[in-house]
C-alpha cells in the first residue's frame, strides 16, 4: 500500500509540474512585456535639478527639468517660480537613442533664471500632468561690495564739446561717451543717446586702454554728433550699458564656467541750454557752422559765343553742417543770359570729431548778347559758432568775353556822318520801301538748331563714354561692392558685430542712398520696413561682442538681418531702376519761353 501511495504522490506532481510549465509558456510573453514596461514607468518620472546651489546677487543659474517619456509634455505654470526669480532664457532639448534593439528618449527644458533679491529661496514643486517635480534650495549671496575708494568694474563717462557755450540751434554738438569695463565684462549692450528734440549721428568708435584709480581698464568711446531742433533747454538722459561680469576670486586659477552676474550701469544725465538765432543775424538762412567756405569753378576758357553754355560750379564746404543744411546762394538777375540750374550734389562726411557738409551747385550760363559776361558775385551769411558772430562768406565775380554766333551774318557797316549817301539804321530800298527782316528770323532758327544739335553731341559723347567705362571703371565699382557686402555677409553669418557695423557704414558711404551716406542711424530711419530698423538699431547698439555662452546673439540675429537687408537692396535698386530720367534743359520744347 505504501508504493502505491508513493507512486500515485509522483503522477499527481508530474501533471502539477507539467501544467505550471505549460501556464508560465502562455503568459511567458506577457511578463515580459510587463518587465519590460516597469522600468519605463519608472523611468517616465519627471526630475529637476539646479547646476549650482550657491549663487551671488546678479548671477543666473540653470534650472534643468528631464523626463525620458518623448510624449510628455513639459508646459507648466511657472507663476510661482517667477516669484522670486526671473526667467530670462527657455529651450527645450530632445535626445532618440536605440541601445540594443531599445529606444529611448531624453526630453529637457532648460530655464536660465536669475534671482530677484539676495536671500535663500526655494524652487517650487512644479506640476506636468499626474507628475510633481521635488522642491530644491538656493542660496543667493548678496553682490560684493566696493572698498571706500576703490573704482568700480564697469562706468561710463560722458563730455560734450565744445565743454562750454553757448550751444545754438542746428549747430552740432559734440557728444563723447567712454565706456570703461574690465576684461571680464561679457554680453554688453549700450543705449543710444536720446535727447529729444534733436537728431544723433554716430561718428566714431575707438577702443583703447585706460588707467582710473590705479585700475586697468578697456575703453570704448564713441562720439556723437547732436543737432539741436529746437532752443530752449536740451535734455540727453543716462545712457544705460548692461552685461554680465564674471569675477574670478583672488587666488583662484581655475573655476567652472559661469555666465557671471548681470550688471547695469548709468551715465549722469546732462541738461544744455539751446540758443536760438541771434538778433544781430541778419541773413536770409540760418547756417551755424564753425568753417563756411565758398569756391567755384568755370568750364570754359575767357572767351565763348552767342548761344555756347559757360558753366559756373558754386562749391561749398562747412565744418559743423550737414550738406543737406547748406543753403543754395542767391543769384541776381542777369539781363543778357539765361540760366539752367542743375540738380545739386552732396555728400556728408567726417573727421571722427565733427561733420564734414559738401555740396556743389552747378549753373549753366546761356549769354544771349556778344560782350562781357558779368558772372555776378555771391554772398552767402553764415554764423560762426567758434566766435558767437556773423560772418560772410563771398564768391568773387568773373568775366567772359562773349564773342558773335557763327550762325548769324555780322551787322551791315554804318556810314560816316558827313557822306551824303549814308544810310540810316533802317536801310531803305531804292524805290523808297524798308529792308526785310527775314535775316533775323533765318538768324533765330540756325541758333535753334545749333543748339539742338550741341544737346546731341553731348548725349552721344557721354553714352560713349559710358560704354568706354563699361569693362573698366564700372566693372571695378560693382567688383568693390561685391567685395565689400561679401565682408558684410560674413561678419552677418559668423555673428561678428563689429565687422557687419564697419561693414555695412562702408557700403553707405561709397554705395548707399546719399541722403544716408555713413550714418547707421539715419539710414534705419529712412528705412519702411520695422524689422530691419529694429535690427539695425540692435547692431548700432551692441558696441561690444555681446554672446552668450551658446553662440546666439542677444538682441540681433546677423543671418535673419542679412536675408531682411538683402531683400531691402533688391527692392531699392528696383526702385530706382523705374525712376525716369532727369529732363534735358537743354532741349528747345524745355527753353522758356520770352
Not at 531624453?106 to 535663500?120: D, F, N, Q, W
Not at 569675477?247 to 548709468?266: C, F, L
Not at 555681446?546 to 531682411?564: C, H, K, L, P
Not at 528696383?574 to 525712376?579: D, G, K, N, S
Request: net charge negative; charged share 25%; hydrophobic share 40%.
Amino acid at each position: 500500500m505504501s508504493t502505491c501511495a508513493a507512486v500515485r504522490g509522483m503522477m499527481k506532481r508530474k501533471r502539477g509540474s507539467k501544467m505550471v510549465n505549460r501556464m508560465f509558456s502562455r503568459l511567458g510573453p506577457a511578463l515580459a512585456v510587463f518587465a519590460l514596461i516597469l522600468p519605463v514607468a519608472a523611468e517616465a518620472a519627471i526630475q529637476a535639478q539646479l547646476d549650482r546651489s550657491r549663487i551671488t546677487e546678479g548671477e543666473t543659474v540653470t534650472l534643468t527639468i528631464m523626463t525620458d517619456e518623448a510624449r510628455q509634455n513639459l508646459d507648466a505654470d511657472f507663476t510661482a517660480l517667477e516669484r522670486d526669480f526671473s526667467i530670462l532664457d527657455r529651450r527645450s532639448e530632445t535626445q532618440l537613442s536605440i541601445v540594443n534593439g531599445r529606444q529611448t528618449a531624453s526630453v529637457r527644458l532648460i530655464l536660465t533664471l536669475e534671482p530677484r533679491a539676495a536671500g535663500t529661496f526655494l524652487i517650487p514643486p512644479l506640476s506636468f500632468g499626474n507628475d510633481t517635480t521635488e522642491a530644491i534650495g538656493v542660496q543667493v549671496e548678496p553682490a560684493p561690495a566696493l572698498a571706500p575708494g576703490s573704482q568700480p568694474p564697469v562706468f561710463i563717462e560722458m563730455e560734450v564739446v565744445p565743454n562750454e557755450g553757448p550751444y545754438y540751434v542746428h549747430a552740432q554738438i559734440g557728444v563723447l561717451v567712454r565706456v570703461f569695463y574690465q576684461q571680464n565684462l561679457t554680453e554688453a549692450a549700450i543705449s543710444q543717446p536720446d535727447p529729444t528734440p534733436a537728431s544723433v549721428r554716430l561718428l566714431q568708435e575707438t577702443p583703447y586702454q585706460a588707467e582710473r584709480g590705479g585700475e586697468r581698464y578697456r575703453v570704448l568711446e564713441r562720439t556723437y554728433a547732436v543737432f539741436p531742433e529746437r532752443s530752449g533747454e536740451l535734455n540727453i538722459p543716462p545712457m544705460q550699458l548692461t552685461g554680465r561680469l564674471v569675477e574670478r576670486k583672488s587666488g583662484s586659477v581655475w573655476q567652472p564656467a559661469v555666465r557671471g552676474r548681470r550688471i547695469q550701469v548709468e551715465s549722469e544725465a546732462l541738461s544744455l541750454n539751446i540758443e536760438p538765432k541771434p538778433a544781430e543775424f541778419s541773413g536770409s538762412e540760418w547756417q551755424p557752422a564753425r568753417e563756411y567756405e565758398l569756391t567755384q569753378q568755370i568750364s570754359s576758357g575767357e572767351a565763348l559765343r552767342v548761344g555756347e553754355p559757360v558753366t559756373r560750379t558754386v562749391i561749398i564746404d562747412a565744418v559743423g553742417l550737414e550738406e543737406n543744411m547748406i543753403v543754395e546762394p542767391a543769384w541776381p538777375d542777369l539781363p543778357n543770359a539765361r540760366i539752367y540750374p542743375d540738380q545739386p550734389q552732396g555728400i556728408t562726411r567726417d573727421d571722427g570729431r565733427w561733420v564734414l557738409g559738401h555740396k556743389e551747385f552747378r549753373y549753366a550760363v546761356v549769354p544771349e548778347q556778344e560782350g562781357e559776361l558779368v558772372l555776378p558775385e555771391l554772398k552767402v551769411e553764415w554764423w560762426d559758432t567758434q566766435h558767437s558772430q556773423a560772418r560772410t562768406a563771398t564768391l568773387a565775380a568773373h568775366t567772359v568775353f562773349v564773342q558773335p554766333s557763327s550762325l548769324a551774318p555780322p551787322p551791315a557797316p554804318s556810314a560816316s556822318p558827313g557822306f551824303a549817301g549814308s544810310e540810316t539804321a533802317d536801310p531803305l530800298r531804292t524805290d523808297g520801301t524798308a529792308e526785310p527782316a527775314y535775316w533775323r528770323w533765318l538768324t533765330l532758327l540756325f541758333a535753334a538748331l545749333w543748339m539742338l544739335t550741341l544737346a546731341l553731341a553731348l548725349k552721344l559723347s557721354r553714352r560713349n563714354g559710358r560704354e568706354k567705362q563699361g569693362n573698366g571703371g564700372v566693372t571695378a565699382v560693382a567688383e568693390n561692392e561685391v567685395a565689400i557686402l561679401a565682408d558684410l555677409q560674413r561678419a552677418c553669418k559668423s555673428g561678428d558685430r563689429r565687422g557687419a557695423r564697419q561693414a555695412l557704414q562702408l557700403w553707405l558711404r561709397d554705395f548707399g542712398p546719399e541722403e544716408n551716406s555713413r550714418s547707421l542711424l539715419r539710414f534705419a530711419a529712412s528705412i519702411e520696413d520695422d524689422s530691419i530698423r529694429e535690427s539695425i538699431y540692435a547692431l548700432d547698439a551692441d558696441g561690444f561682442q555681446a554672446t552668450r555662452n551658446d553662440g546666439e546673439s542677444q538682441a540681433w540675429n546677423g543671418g535673419v538681418f542679412w536675408t531682411r537687408f538683402q531683400a531691402w537692396r533688391s527692392a531699392h535698386s528696383a526702385r530706382e531702376r523705374a525712376i525716369p530720367p532727369l529732363t534735358d534743359l537743354y532741349a528747345v520744347e524745355n527753353r522758356p519761353a520770352r
